[in-house]
């Protein structure tokens, strides 16, 4: 069973910095793109960053250079390092494994961050 486990989400104030981390069990990590998602209150699911297999990283274009998302695959873990926090980036955040043996790919359960102006 493959499961995703997000941590590293909380309160921070605006002009902070986080980390989020995820690690993924139940299947061989360094085969997948992986992908980073938020959802705001009201608001869709978005992707603010991707990377692949190969840890070649991505990101929408309208996402500013404050998101940076890294892989360590001798841990299983995914990383999204977020600087200069505001206010709108509080949402949930979402890990994502794309694989094609499961429609829709893997999620985790998401994290939480609250960016306090």
Not at 58 to 80: A, Q
Not at 82 to 106: M, S
């Amino acid at each position: 069973q493959v499961q995703l486990a997000e941590c590293g989400g909380g309160l921070v104030q605006a002009g902070g910095s986080l980390t989020l981390s995820c690690v993924v069990a139940g299947n061989i990590f360094s085969f997948y793109a992986m992908g980073w998602y938020r959802q705001a209150p009201g608001k869709q699911r978005e992707m603010v960053a991707r990377i692949s297999a190969t840890s070649v990283a991505n990101y929408p274009d309208f996402m500013s250079g404050r998101f940076t998302i890294s892989r360590d695959n001798t841990k299983k873990t995914l990383y999204l390092r977020i600087n200069n926090l505001k206010p709108e980036d509080t949402a949930v955040y979402y890990c994502h494994q794309e694989n094609v043996g499961r429609e829709g790919g893997y999620w985790g359960q998401g994290t939480q961050v609250t960016v306090s102006s």
